[in-house]
Nanobody, 115 residues
Framework: QVQLVESGGGLVQAGGSLRLSCVTS????????MGWYRQAPGKQRELVAT???????NYADSVQGRFTISRDNAKNTVYLLMNSLKPEDTALYYC?????????WGQGTQVTVSS
């Protein structure tokens, strides 16, 4: 069983920064692709960023150049550093992974950016 626990969300002013963390249980972490998704009220969940076990990253166009995803395999943790935050980044952010073709999600952490 894989469990994902996010932390680090909060309220920040536009232009500010936050760092999200996601701690993962289970021995498959080091070989799994990890990612962050977000869902704003009334909108569909969307991909923010992913990182492979080898460290290759992928970002949504809307966050490219502002957000950085990273991982620490020794700590079973994936991070999302968010800089230059905008009000449109306000959403519930979810940590995600896939193990043996099954998706796993965290409970989400709220990020609110005020203008």
């Amino acid at each position: 069983q894989v469990q994902l626990v996010e932390s680090g969300g909060g309220l920040v002013q536009a232009g500010g920064s936050l760092r999200l963390s996601c701690v993962t249980s289970g021995s498959a972490f080091s070989i799994s692709t990890m990612g962050w998704y977000r869902q704003a009220p009334g909108k569909q969940r969307e991909l923010v960023a992913t990182i492979t076990s080898g460290g290759s990253t992928n970002y949504a166009d809307s966050v490219q150049g502002r957000f950085t995803i990273s991982r620490d395999n020794a700590k079973n943790t994936v991070y999302l550093l968010m800089n230059s935050l905008k009000p449109e980044d306000t959403a519930l952010y979810y940590c995600w992974t896939v193990v043996a073709v099954r998706d796993y999600w965290g409970q989400g952490t709220q990020v609110t950016v005020s203008s």
